[in-house]
């Protein structure tokens, strides 16, 4: 590894923070999918957002989604499908 001077380690352009793992698994979805995949984002975060909708979509949690994920082979972690669905992942960053 060439020698490079403290200040020129730091100013080096790194990429930007691991990519989220949702977005990983569903960039390599089709469409019809990523569509679903989306809307059921949608209805965790509606579950999320309101004490009504926690009522009518009570089902719908990070661990269901998971569960659904794992078992059609897409493999994410738990914490990706969290963070992803609270907009604090990487992917939402941009
Ligand atoms: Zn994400």
């Known amino acids: 590894m060439p020698k490079s001077s403290f200040v020129e380690d730091l100013k080096v352009d790194l990429a930007p923070a ?3 793992g949702v977005e990983r698994v569903r960039s ?3 469409a019809d999918d990523r569509t679903a ?3 059921a984002f949608e209805k965790i975060r ?3 957002s309101s004490y009504k909708s926690v009522q009518t979509t ?3 949690t990070y661990k269901w989604l998971h569960d659904v994920l794992t078992k059609h082979g897409h493999v994410v972690s738990i914490r990706s499908v969290t963070k992803h669905s609270r907009k604090l992942c990487a ?3 941009n």
């Open 28 to 30: 390599q979805m089709g």
């Open 91 to 93: 992917c939402d960053v």
């Open 46 to 48: 509606d579950k999320n």
């Open 58 to 60: 009570g089902g719908y």
């Open 18 to 20: 691991k990519q989220c």
């Open 37 to 39: 995949l989306d809307a």
